[in-house]
């Protein structure tokens, strides 16, 4: 059992490279490429920086980093479209990361300095980060050049805990709905001063809200370090197997009769990753630090997904198989290139498979270097980061039947063209800078800049059409102020941008006229532009009775945005395609504090207008309203699966010394489905959900718990695109709207101690 081998497992690793210097709250690191070195306070940086603390993590009992910023964090929110609780799709003023290949990618996510974007397809595996093992996670907003590839809105940077920071020895257990389980342990410590240790695992279980989808996920992590006055070295390792079930989205229809129901399955995906991560730091002198690490992440991903079929028997040529092209009749062939003969164990169901394998390595040597400069403080900063990924991608496509409960029984038969073969590799090569001046004791002016550059080798392993050499390179600035205008009231403004290039996926599925199937078959390869995203922002914060606030305004424009664009009637088959300009403009207020001794709160308001910029066509042949199947979009029409208004707020009561409550609210207003980026058919409607969390200490060392998700019961959705349902489930399913249901009540019991 992958359990088992967690507990057995003893690899060491470090902490990140800050081993005894614990970062403090009111400081964020100014890059994320490394995580190494270069601090500056928080009210000098030109953002609304979110924060969060491995006990504010614990204290929420959240399942997944995603699912603990999609509690607190304002301007953040998640599409569930797999309804699975670790495989979201988490959206950050409307940019995405996601697990899933097809989506948009917008967000850089590090782990210790380490990208963890997989180089597949920029998507991020929000599983594979070990939640046990965060000390502090840090959400950067805006175009971040400092952060690399994909911060096209916002980065993620996590730094993990260590045997200075969290020593002594935990275990905790819990309990409840969908028959879900979990265990986390956790061990660390030092010795004089100048060794440390630290070790968690974790194991989660669950058969799922829904019908048929089980899912199982074990963590480990890692380190070892070491350090003098001037010296530190660490090591650290992560581990990551998960079995994962998210069988998405299934027919409104169906879901009406029953909310736990399913279209078709199975649904699988596993993962698998190993990460070692070699840091240290040397301080030259008082003023000059190096920094650097060097890693290597292997990563897996295998999917299996069961689906209807476009394949049927033909009517021309009787007793063999064909699909329609173009409205014409065409001949399937097996592997052997001969007719596939006609019956019903090939005719219903397509049987789906991918695995991906994911190689990388890559270092970073960063210098800090602090000094007074005409008489002010700077803070200058200096670097070069380079990562190289080979990929195997494999696919293949064997079609099947669906037995009664819809799951897709393998004939053993396969579509000849469905094969793929591909071997790519990834090098990105980043320099960049960053330095933070102190005009006087109430200025600072900051500027940094990035220059990437990416080079992608594709290579067909099943003939020559997949095969090409891309390039791109950019430079990308960043400017920023903060005024101190009085003791308790600060104002920042501040401009950046950032790019990201096609990732192999895209470029190998870029050509309408050779429309693929995500994610299982790559066909054509003409080149896509890299994606430019602009940000600008400024906004007030202070402090009122007691009170921090903050109130802002931002504005994001892409350019040249890649979207996956459906095509044909698969609603998983289709085309990455440059759309030209999307914009979000956005309002943002937060408001945190306490009332007496007793009581602490926070609340978070965002106005988000996610749009299309610019003219263009789109097909979308299940959509009801579409004009022949395609969609015309206008500039002003909004981003699919993007909330206008999100609201979140929480109220934690300590009703004694032993017994704390904490009520949470979420909210947020309506939205338009994939496949309807025109704007022109029925939406998802706005939904509020509300939770608590209450926790009773029986002494110092046993801390028992039960917490209760979605108090009311409330039915709501999140995610949605069209298909068709009446193939598979009758004539009197009409209705082409599919969406993704929201999880149900839940109630878990836990139980923590400290020994």
């Not at 169901?349 to 007074?372: L, P």
């Not at 698969?570 to 007496?596: C, I, K, M, P, Y």
Request: charge should be negative.
């Amino acid at each position: 059992m992958r359990l088992g081998l967690l507990f057995v497992s003893t690899v060491a690793a470090l902490l990140s490279v800050q081993i005894a210097k614990t970062q403090p709250i009111e400081t964020v690191e100014v890059i994320g490429v490394t995580s190494l070195g270069g601090t500056v306070d928080l009210d000098r940086v030109a953002a609304n920086v979110q924060v969060a603390t491995s006990e504010d993590i614990r204290r929420r009992r959240a399942v997944s980093l995603a699912d603990f910023m999609n509690s607190e964090f304002g301007s953040v929110f998640v599409n569930e479209a797999q309804s699975n609780p670790v495989q979201p799709d988490l959206q950050y003023r409307g940019y995405v990361g996601s697990p899933l290949l097809g989506n948009p990618q917008g967000i850089a996510v590090y782990q210790d300095g380490v990208r963890i974007n997989e180089p597949f397809g920029d998507t991020v595996n929000w599983a594979l980060i070990p939640s046990s093992a965060i000390n502090s996670a840090y959400l950067m907003p805006g175009s971040n050049p400092l952060f690399g590839l994909n911060a096209l809105g916002g980065a993620i940077s996590i730094k993990t805990k260590n045997g200075f920071t969290h020593p002594g020895t935990s275990a905790e257990f819990f309990t409840g709905s969908f028959s879900r389980k979990g265990l986390t342990l956790e061990t660390g410590g030092s010795k004089d001063d100048q060794l440390s240790f630290f070790l968690t695992t974790s194991y989660l279980e669950e058969d799922g809200w829904r019908d048929f989808s089980p899912s199982e996920a074990s963590q480990l992590f890692a380190n070892l370090g070491w350090l003098d006055d001037r010296f530190s070295l660490g090591v650290s390792y992560t581990g990551v197997d998960t079995d994962l079930i998210g069988n998405g989205p299934a027919p409104a229809e169906l879901l009406k009769t029953n909310r736990e129901a399913i279209f078709t399955r199975p649904d699988q995906t596993r993962n698998k990753l190993n990460l070692l991560n070699l840091s240290g730091s040397y301080d030259l002198y008082s003023s000059l630090t190096l920094n650097g690490n060097v890693y290597i992440r292997n990563s897996d991903v295998i999917t299996l997904n069961g689906d209807d079929s476009d394949f049927e028997e033909c009517e021309h040529i009787p007793a063999f198989v064909c699909h329609d092209e173009d409205d014409l009749e065409q001949l399937v062939l097996d592997k052997n290139g001969s007719p596939i003969a006609a019956s019903e164990r090939v005719e219903t169901a397509t049987v789906n498979r991918t695995a991906t394998e994911q190689e990388s390595t890559g270092f970073s040597i960063q210098a800090d270097w602090t000094a007074v400069f005409g008489g002010d403080e700077n803070l200058f900063v200096l670097g070069v980061a380079y990562d190289e990924s080979d990929i195997t991608f494999n696919a293949s496509t064997e079609l099947g039947a669906l037995d009664a409960t819809r799951r897709a029984i393998p004939s053993g038969v396969f579509v000849g063209d469905s094969f793929t073969r591909l071997n790519a590799n990834v090098r990105n090569t980043g320099f960049y800078f960053s330095n933070v001046l102190m005009l006087s004791e109430v200025v600072s002016f900051s500027i940094s800049g990035r220059n990437n550059k990416t080079e992608i080798i594709l290579r067909d392993q099943l003939g020559t059409a997949l095969n090409g050499n891309h390039e791109f390179e950019r430079f990308n600035p960043a400017v920023g102020f903060t005024v101190d205008l009085a003791e308790n009231l600060s104002f920042y403004t501040g401009y950046n941008e950032s790019n990201r290039a096609p990732s192999p996926v895209e470029l190998t599925c870029a050509d309408e006229d050779d429309p693929c199937r995500l994610p299982n078959a790559f066909l054509s390869d003409p080149p896509l532009k890299d994606v430019v995203a602009r940000t600008v922002e400024a906004g007030f914060r202070g402090v009122w009775n007691g009170n921090q606030w903050h109130a802002g305004l931002f504005r994001a424009v892409n350019e040249d945005d890649i979207l996956f664009v459906s095509s044909g009637a698969l609603t998983n088959s289709g085309f990455f395609e440059n759309v030209g300009q999307t914009r979000r403009d956005g309002v943002e207020l937060s408001l945190r504090g306490n009332a007496g001794d007793r009581v602490a709160w926070f609340a978070n308001l965002t106005y988000l207008d996610a749009t299309f910029r610019e003219y263009f066509s789109v097909a979308s042949p299940n959509n009801p309203k579409a004009l022949d199947g395609e969609l015309h979009v206008e500039p002003g029409d909004r981003l699919p699966l993007v909330p206008r208004q999100l609201f979140k707020a929480g109220l934690r009561f300590f009703a004694t010394s032993k017994l704390d409550i904490d009520v949470s609210f979420l909210a947020n207003s309506d939205r338009f489905v994939r496949g309807d980026e025109s704007n022109v058919a029925n939406k998802i409607g706005s939904y509020a959900i509300a939770n608590i969390n209450g926790a009773y200490t029986i002494n110092e060392n046993v801390q028992i718990y039960l917490d209760i998700n979605n108090i009311f019961d409330s039915d709501y959705e999140t995610f949605g695109l069209f298909g068709e349902a009446d193939e598979v489930l009758g004539d009197e399913f009409d209705d082409p709207q599919f969406i993704s249901p929201g999880s149900p009540r839940a109630v878990w019991f836990g139980l923590r101690a400290v020994f």
